[in-house]
């Protein structure tokens, strides 16, 4: 991946996380430790009150951004600029 695309990537993330946090998620993100068998990734839960969204830190940016948009997806993003 080009040092130009790769940058761009990341600022997209960055934005896609930035209006996550806006309707209502808390981002983190994390390493999440994988089982042998067990491939987890990231994405939406609920924690008592709390909505969440993990994402995994080694994930590679498509795969987080993917994680992004389909949290994203049904929310309400009209009072977001985006």
Do not use: W
Not at 6 to 29: M, Y
Not at 30 to 46: P, S
Not at 55 to 79: N, W
Request: aromatic letters at 4%; proline letters at 1%; glycine letters at 8%.
């Amino acid at each position: 991946m080009s040092d130009n695309k790769g940058t761009r990537l990341l600022r997209l993330i960055d934005e896609l996380a930035e209006a996550a946090e806006r309707v209502g998620f808390e981002v983190r993100r994390e390493k999440i430790l994988r089982e042998i068998g067990y491939r987890a990734r990231g994405g939406a839960c609920r924690l008592r009150e709390q909505e969440l969204l993990i994402l995994d830190r080694d994930h590679a940016p498509a795969d987080q951004i993917e994680v992004l948009a389909e949290a994203l997806r049904g929310r309400d993003l009209e009072r977001i600029y985006l």
